[in-house]
């Protein structure tokens, strides 16, 4: 059963930084286009960024220079580090993979897998 664990989510301030993990499991690792997405309260879910199976990195226009997105195909995992955190930037943060190789999608219906998230809080 593949699954998807996000860890180092927590409570930080406005202009700190953050490191977000998730390790995988049960998954053909190499060939997922693995993403992040964050969801805040009342809104829908968001694209934050993605790494293909070709190491191709995709940021969402809003977030690009302040959040940065690696993969490490030995250890099965990704890892999300945000920079200069902004209140906005409060959200549950979940970790996802697309089974179609080397997709670019920034939809959440593309992604079969889900992690259980992980709540990021900015406080001003």
């Known amino acids: 059963q593949p699954q998807l664990v996000e860890s180092g989510g927590g409570l930080v301030q406005v202009g700190d930084s953050l490191s977000l993990s998730c390790a995988t499991s049960?998954?053909?690792?190499?060939?997922?286009?693995m993403a992040w997405f964050r969801q805040a309260p009342g809104r829908e879910r968001e694209f934050v960024t993605a790494i293909t199976s070709k190491s191709n990195m995709i940021v969402a226009d809003s977030l690009k220079g302040r959040f940065t997105m690696t993969r490490n195909n030995a250890m099965h995992t990704v890892a999300l580090q945000m920079n200069n955190l902004k209140h906005d930037d409060t959200a549950v943060y979940y970790c996802a993979a697309n089974p179609k190789i080397d997709s670019a999608s920034k939809s959440p219906t593309d992604y079969t897998r889900w992690g259980q998230g992980t709540q990021v809080t900015v406080s001003s």
């Open positions: 049960g998954l053909v690792f190499s060939f997922y286009t």
